[in-house]
T-cell receptor, first 115, second 114 residues
Framework: ETGVTQTPRHLVMGMTNKKSLKCEQHLGHNAMYWYKQSAKKPLELMFVYSLEERVENNSVPSRFSPECPNSSHLFLHLHTLQPEDSALYLC??????????????FGSGTRLTVV | SQKIEQNSEALNIQEGKTATLTCNYTNYSPAYLQWYRQDPGRGPVFLLLIRENEKEKRKERLKVTFDTTLKQSLFHITASQPADSATYLCALTYSGAGSYQLTFGKGTKLSVIP
């Protein structure tokens, strides 16, 4: 375990379903992120939450909806997805504006398949 | 927009040799340049970070160099082992945006052959 836990590890959903991805960190970090990783493409930043406020959207389609109820939890709500949304979704956390910055801590990801 | 190039999609190397991976970027220099390791089906794991005012950083068998004139970082693994086989990602951070947002390269898949 890295200190960032993502559930579920695998998810298969139909295009009309609604599901949610969950991320939890126990590192005391104050920034959390959602990234999408597709085959042959670099990780794409989707959302950033700093001190529980969203600071970046990056033009993500509205069928993806993030929620950050507190500094330890992050959700990604999914609805009416498309097959091209199938990917590995990664959550990460970091300590923002700290004196010492040690990089991101990633979770193991949720492998999403849209059918 | 910033572009990051990791010049080899895949790299094969004999066990015991030094593996050298390259990361080039365009435009302005980042506040931090980082290297991550990613195994199949897993999230990236942070390895090393180097700041824009640093030239070199070492950690055990790993060494990172940072040349802001060439806009390039080199990542070295000495005495490579089969367990070092993984995809290595270069990432840049710009702190001016108010949060440490990472921009990643596509990665280089390293295979260490026994």
């Amino acid at each position: 375990e890295t200190g960032v836990t993502q559930t579920p590890r695998h998810l298969v959903m139909g295009m009309t379903n609604k599901k949610s991805l969950k991320c939890e960190q126990h590192l005391g970090h104050n920034a959390m992120y959602w990234y999408k990783q597709s085959a042959k493409k670099p990780l794409e930043l989707m959302f950033v939450y700093s001190l529980e406020e969203r600071v970046e959207n990056n033009s993500v389609p509205s069928r993806f909806s993030p929620e950050c109820p507190n500094s330890s939890h992050l959700f990604l709500h999914l609805h009416t997805l498309q097959p091209e949304d199938s990917a590995l979704y990664l959550c990460a956390s970091s300590q923002e504006r700290g004196i010492t910055y040690y990089g991101y801590t990633f979770g193991s990801g949720t492998r999403l398949t849209v059918v | 927009s910033q572009k990051i190039e990791q010049n080899s999609e895949a790299l094969n190397i004999q066990e015991g040799k030094t593996a050298t991976l390259t990361c080039n970027y365009t435009n302005y220099s980042p506040a931090y340049l980082q290297w991550y390791r990613q195994d199949p089906g897993r999230g990236p794991v942070f390895l090393l970070l180097i700041r824009e005012n640093e030239k070199e950083k070492r950690k055990e068998r790993l060494k990172v160099t940072f040349d802001t004139t060439l806009k390039q970082s080199l990542f070295h693994i000495t005495a490579s082992q089969p367990a070092d086989s993984a995809t290595y990602l270069c990432a840049l951070t710009y702190s001016g945006a108010g949060s440490y947002q990472l921009t990643f390269g596509k990665g280089t898949k390293l295979s260490v052959i026994p």
